[in-house]
Structures are given as C-alpha cells and as structure tokens.
C-alpha cells in the first residue's frame, strides 16, 4: 500500500482534530482553556520560555485527550459490552489526561503568578 501524499496526510490530521472538536465535549473545554491562554500570553505579554512553558503544556493536554479518545474508540470497537478489563484500560487512560491537566494547571500558576501578582500591584 502506497502512502498517501503529504497534504492528503495533513488534511486527514486536521480533520481529525475538528472530529475531536465537534464531537467531544472534553476537547471543547480543553481547547477553550488554550485560547484563554493565548489571550493571557498577548495580554499579559509572556516572556518566549514563559510562552514556550505555556504552549507546550496546553498541546500536551489536547494531546493526550486526543490519544484517550482514540483508545477509548478502539476499546469500545473491539468490546462494545460492559468488561471490567476494559474498564480497566479506559481509566488509566483518562488518567494520562488527569495528570497532564494536573500539570498544565501547576505551570500555569506558576508562570502566570508573576505577571498577575505585577499587574495587580499598579492598583
């Protein structure tokens, strides 16, 4: 089997992320908390590590969501009734979501603390 050309690749990826946006609510939260963090990167006027810190945490929570997702599709694929092994397999990859929002959440503060403890200090 041939692969496919780079821009149909790309194309199938991106449609990817909008099935991800149209269809999973987590997703949608998720990727409203990056452009909220976007704003606050102009806003604010991030440093480039501070941005860099921000950016790469966001992606790994989008990231992670889509990749529990996919897991979760395939369990319920292979094994659309109830089995606690599945279960099993589907809780710790919700897991693998939980921590990296756990992080984002602690770079978050710290990054942002600075800027918002300044910006509150000219009132």
Same mark, same amino acid.
């Given at each position: 089997?041939?692969?496919?050309?780079?821009?149909?690749?790309?194309?199938?990826?991106?449609?990817?992320?909008?099935?991800?946006?149209?269809?999973?609510?987590?997703?949608?939260?998720? =990727?409203?908390?990056?452009?909220v963090n976007? =704003?606050?990167?102009?806003?604010?006027?991030?440093?480039?590590?501070?941005?860099?810190?921000?950016?790469?945490?966001? =992606?790994?929570?989008?990231?992670?969501?889509?990749?529990?997702?996919?897991?979760?599709?395939?369990?319920?694929?292979?094994?659309?009734?109830?089995?606690?092994?599945?279960? =099993?397999?589907?809780?710790?990859? #919700?897991?693998?979501?939980?921590?990296? #929002?756990?992080?984002?959440?602690?770079?978050?503060?710290?990054?942002?603390?600075?800027y918002?403890?300044?910006?509150?200090?000219?009132?």
């Amino acid at each position: 089997m041939r692969k496919p050309p780079v821009h149909k690749s790309l194309r199938n990826a991106f449609r990817g992320v909008f099935l991800m946006m149209k269809h999973e609510r987590n997703f949608q939260l998720e =990727f409203a908390a990056f452009l909220v963090n976007l =704003f606050l990167i102009f806003y604010l006027k991030l440093s480039s590590t501070d941005t860099i810190l921000i950016l790469m945490v966001s =992606f790994g929570v989008l990231t992670t969501e889509i990749l529990n997702t996919a897991i979760e599709k395939i369990c319920d694929f292979i094994h659309p009734d109830f089995d606690k092994r599945i279960g =099993f397999i589907k809780d710790i990859s #919700a897991g693998a979501v939980v921590l990296m #929002a756990i992080l984002s959440v602690i770079v978050g503060v710290m990054v942002y603390w600075k800027y918002v403890s300044g910006f509150l200090q000219q009132f």
